[in-house]
Nanobody, 115 residues
Framework: QVQLVESGGGLVQPGGSLKLSCAAS????????MGWYRQAPGKERELVAV???????KYADSVKGRFTISRDNSKNTVYLQMNSLKPEDTAVYYC?????????WGQGTQVTVSS
């Protein structure tokens, strides 16, 4: 059974940084993309960043230039380096893996940006 385990969330002041990690346990056949979504209170879940197996990336306009996604294919792990955090980045961040056969979600990790 595949599980995605996220870590790295927490409370940070505006302008600060956090790095999220998501490690997938179990065997996943033919991963296409690994990425991050987020959901703020009262809002729909939205894409933050995704990366293909080949290395191409896509970012939400709101995080371009501040967030960087990376992945270690050998470890089925994806990271999200978040810099210059803003209060509007506050949300639950979810790891996502899209494979040929299935979509997997992590349990979510809270990121709160507040002074």
């Amino acid at each position: 059974q595949v599980q995605l385990v996220e870590s790295g969330g927490g409370l940070v002041q505006p302008g600060g940084s956090l790095k999220l990690s998501c490690a997938a346990s179990g065997s996943i056949f033919s991963i296409n993309t690994m990425g991050w979504y987020r959901q703020a209170p009262g809002k729909e879940r939205e894409l933050v960043a995704v990366m293909s197996t080949g290395g191409s990336t896509k970012y939400a306009d709101s995080v371009k230039g501040r967030f960087t996604i990376s992945r270690d294919n050998s470890k089925n792990t994806v990271y999200l380096q978040m810099n210059s955090l803003k209060p509007e980045d506050t949300a639950v961040y979810y790891c996502n893996i899209l494979s040929l056969l299935q979509t997997y979600w992590g349990q979510g990790t809270q990121v709160t940006v507040s002074s």
